[in-house]
C-alpha cells in the first residue's frame, strides 16, 4: 500500500509501465466526468468514477483483487481507506474472476492500518493489500473518487 499526493505521483512512474498513463488521466481528470466505467488502455487500464456518502467503519467489507491493482484518487471530500494483509482474513464471497474481486469477513484482522486520504491525494493497493474504502472519517461526506485498475 501506498499512500500520497498526485503531486508525488512522478515518484511511482517507474513501479509500472502503466503507471504513467494512469496518473496522467489523473491529472487531466474533469470532475464533470460521469460516474462509470472510462476505458484509457482497454482492458488493461481503465477509470472508474464513483460519487457516494463515506459511511461508519462497520458498514463496509474488506476486499482484495488479484488481476489488478487499484489506484484510488479523491477527487473532493475525503475518506479513511483501512488496509490489512490479505493473508490474515477469511473469505465471505468466494473470489469472483469477472469481477476480480473478492470480499472478506471483518473478524479476526490482526494487523490493520488505516489512512485518512483527502482530495488531491491517492492510495495504490496492490493484490496482498486488503483494503476498506469509503470509511467516514468524523462523520459521512460526500466524495467523488476515481479508481484506476492497472492490470498487472
Given amino acids: 500500500m501506498i499512500l500520497d499526493s498526485l ?15 494512469a496518473f496522467d488521466y489523473l491529472k487531466k481528470f474533469d470532475p464533470c466526468t460521469p460516474d462509470g ?6 482492458k488493461r487500464l481503465f477509470a472508474l468514477v464513483q460519487r457516494y456518502d463515506t459511511v ?13 491493482a487499484d489506484i484510488q484518487y479523491i477527487v473532493s471530500g475525503r475518506e479513511r481507506i483501512l488496509h490489512a ?17 473478492e ?11 488505516s489512512g485518512v486520504i483527502p482530495a488531491g491525494s491517492f492510495g495504490i493497493y496492490l493484490p496482498q493489500d486488503a483494503h476498506k474504502p469509503g470509511v467516514m472519517v468524523d462523520g459521512p461526506e460526500p466524495v467523488l473518487k476515481v479508481v484506476i485498475k492497472v492490470l498487472l
Fill in 7 to 21: 503531486a508525488h505521483c512522478a515518484n511511482y512512474l517507474p513501479l509500472h509501465p502503466l503507471f504513467p498513463a
Fill in 37 to 42: 466505467k472510462h476505458e484509457i488502455d482497454g
Fill in 56 to 68: 461508519p467503519e462497520e458498514a463496509k467489507a474488506w476486499e482484495a483483487h488479484r488481476l489488478y
Fill in 85 to 101: 494483509p490479505v493473508e490474515e482474513l477469511q473469505s465471505s464471497l468466494p473470489y469472483d474472476a469477472a469481477k476480480d474481486l
Fill in 103 to 113: 470480499k472478506f469477513r471483518n473478524t479476526g484482522v490482526k494487523t490493520v492500518s
